[in-house]
């Protein structure tokens, strides 16, 4: 037998999301709120589409490996300088770069837990040490408890936070990673901020020009409701971004992506209204919960994790209805995930799971 990679050969392949959704069979109203994407197409991007698309070459050239524009854009959108930012198709690709380029065999990585955890994959990938901090409900990350385990584990090379989390959707501020990112200089301080623009906590991109150890993971995948397009991009010290260039294959990311990207910043405030309307009604499923007596943890990304008696039968259940949602029973016992979307779409789930109380509280 040809044998693989002797760190790939032990890793568990990552679960995917059920395929029927892509059937040509798949009835049209399914509410796919399971990955926290936009549950629908923005109807903006296909206008801009067609558009973008009567432009001559974007298929049958290959993309502009740079992203000039787009990173042009993407500095004046978030104020940091074009030289501190690399385009991936994807912020997943962005995490996978980091630690291919800077993640030995036995480096020591630290993960805040529960966590998205296909960062994992890119450190066990490497052979790298990871090792998870589980935060205790109701998931308050505190500098003290987190810096106390850092300085025990010895010299850590990376340190992974999502922020908001996935997906328990606390934010943790600005300052509580500026402060760790000094008291640790020989760590990587990686801030994977794909629901950043759902919370009013601000962005640590900046953070990124002014340290040498701290990385800002984006993506267009959430608020901007772009997943299928693929594009993320990370905010990095230059020595870090020159590093990951050796590696970076800039042919992935598509032209349709570069271009819509700058549609949607040079225009956000259409993307905005999305992201308010998803903010409404994330209020309005917490206080749905709260009304219905059903645990759930506030949430600042566009998703609320909360409690069921009985994740996979109400899973089961709402499947059968059109509705797909997200089990997180194995990393939080008794937990399912849904995604907010529009007023509409999270009434119909909330009109739906209330068929199905039993699954929820005993
Ligand atoms: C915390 C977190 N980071 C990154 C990603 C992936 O983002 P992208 O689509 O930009 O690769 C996800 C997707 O669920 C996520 O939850």
Redesign the pocket.
């Known amino acids: 037998m040809i044998k693989p990679n002797i760190y790939v050969e032990k890793l568990d392949a990552y679960s995917i999301t059920p395929q029927d959704v892509w059937s040509d069979d798949a009835p049209p109203d399914i509410l796919k709120i399971d990955?926290?994407e936009a549950p629908s197409d923005l109807t903006f991007y296909q206008k801009e589409l067609k558009k973008i698309i009567g432009k001559s070459n974007l298929i049958a050239w290959y993309p502009d490996c740079l992203s000039i524009d787009l990173i042009e854009a993407i500095s004046n959108f978030i104020n940091v300088r074009p030289n501190f930012i690399l385009t991936?198709?994807?912020?997943?690709?962005?995490?996978d770069t980091l630690c291919r380029s800077y993640l030995n065999v036995g480096d020591k990585v630290m993960a805040i837990c529960p966590?998205?955890e296909?960062?994992f994959v890119y450190v066990n990938q490497m052979g790298a040490d990871l090792s998870k901090l589980v935060l205790e409900e109701p998931f308050i990350l505190d500098y003290e408890l987190v810096a106390n385990e850092i300085e025990s584990h010895g010299e850590l090379k990376m340190f992974y936070l999502?922020n908001p989390?996935?997906p328990c959707g606390y934010a943790v501020t600005s300052e509580i990673i500026e402060k760790l990112a000094i008291k640790f200089p020989q760590t990587i301080f990686v801030i994977?901020e794909?629901?950043i623009e759902f919370t009013k906590i601000l962005s640590s991109a900046p953070l990124a020009e002014k340290y040498s150890n701290v990385v800002i993971?984006r993506?267009?995948?959430?608020a901007f409701g772009m997943?299928g397009l693929?594009?993320?991009y990370m905010c990095a010290p230059i020595p870090l971004i020159q590093t990951m260039n050796k590696i970076r294959n800039g042919k992935n990311v598509s032209m349709m992506s570069q271009k819509l990207g700058i549609f949607a910043m040079e225009n956000f405030d259409l993307v905005k209204s999305w992201i308010d309307e998803v903010v409404f009604s994330r209020k309005m499923f917490q206080d749905w919960c709260i009304n219905t007596d059903v645990e759930f943890f506030p949430s600042e990304g566009n998703f609320v994790l909360f409690k069921a008696s009985s994740p996979f039968e109400l899973c089961k259940a709402l499947k059968a209805e059109g509705i797909y949602i997200r089990n997180r029973d194995s990393l939080l016992p008794g937990y399912v995930r849904i995604t907010i979307g529009s007023r509409s779409q999270t009434e119909r789930l909330i009109r739906t799971v209330e068929k199905f109380m039993n699954y929820l509280v005993d």
């Open positions: 990955w926290n991936f198709p994807g912020s997943d690709v962005g995490l966590t998205y296909n960062f999502a989390n996935n994977d794909a629901y993971l993506s267009f995948s959430k997943a693929r594009l993320g």
